[in-house]
């Protein structure tokens, strides 16, 4: 079965420091791969998304993350979090063999200290 | 921008009572899915729709149905709610196909289902 990792459950951070979040995912082939955000209290809302292309994504916020195919990882990066940056992250993928279904990963809650 | 709108935000409902959430998107979208999100656990797919009255399970389909009888709605049941449903149900929707440019799955707030 398709699944999707993410390594960490809890991470906290302070203001300033750089922001590595890691995904994995389990299969081969042509991959769609996102990052979604979740605000406390709001919905989940799309950060960037990978489909082809240059494996070095942007997405909104100052976030980025970098598709590694050898090392089946999407992981997100930001150079210098902000406190609005606390949210719980989650890193998805769409499989060309499982038609439009999206596997998400556990999720990663991001908490920034001021 | 999309709008997916699920009726209900909060919820409680007693043990073995029957429970409809209910979706509705306004971007013509052909699929729609039905998510559960649990701590630690992450957003687990329930059922799918990739076109009015078709549906496809996910990974947790049992205990609950879906009905699609009309394209922009999408409904999620639970024939006889039990406690461990208890959760935060999140309506999605995206354009149908698959493309190079992918197809972006918009999600609604969450329907929050406490089962006493």
């Known amino acids: 079965a398709q699944s999707v990792s993410q390594h960490n459950h809890h991470v906290i951070l302070s203001e300033a420091a750089s922001l590595e979040l890691g995904c994995n995912y389990s299969?081969?082939?042509?991959?769609?791969l996102f990052w979604y955000v979740q605000y406390p209290g709001q919905h989940l809302q799309l950060l960037l998304k990978y489909f082809s292309g240059d494996p070095l994504v942007k997405g909104i916020k100052g976030f980025e993350a970098e598709f590694i195919k050898s090392k089946f990882s999407f992981n997100l990066r930001k150079p210098s979090v902000q406190w609005s940056d606390t949210a719980e992250y989650f890193c998805?993928?769409?499989?060309?063999?499982?038609?439009?279904?999206?596997?998400f990963g556990g999720g990663t809650r991001l908490m920034v200290k001021p | 921008d999309v709008k997916v709108t699920q009726s209900s935000r909060y919820l409680v409902k007693r043990t073995g009572e029957k429970v409809f959430l209910e979706c509705v998107q306004d971007m013509d979208h052909e699929n729609m899915f039905w998510y559960r999100q649990d701590p630690g656990l992450g957003l687990r797919l329930i059922y799918f729709?990739?076109?009015?009255?078709?549906?496809e399970k996910g990974d947790i389909p049992e205990g609950y149905s879906v009905s699609r009888e009309k394209k922009e709605r999408f409904s999620l049941i639970l024939e006889s709610a039990s406690t461990n449903q208890t959760s935060m149900y999140l309506c999605?929707?995206?354009?149908?196909?698959?493309?190079?440019?992918?197809?972006?799955?918009?999600f609604g707030e969450g329907s929050w289902l406490t089962v006493v």
């Open positions: 299969y081969g082939g042509t991959v769609n």
């Open positions: 999605a929707s995206s354009l149908g196909g698959w493309t190079n440019s992918g197809n972006t799955i918009y």
């Open positions: 998805a993928a769409k499989h060309n063999n499982a038609g439009n279904m999206l596997t």
């Open positions: 729709s990739y076109d009015v009255k078709m549906k």
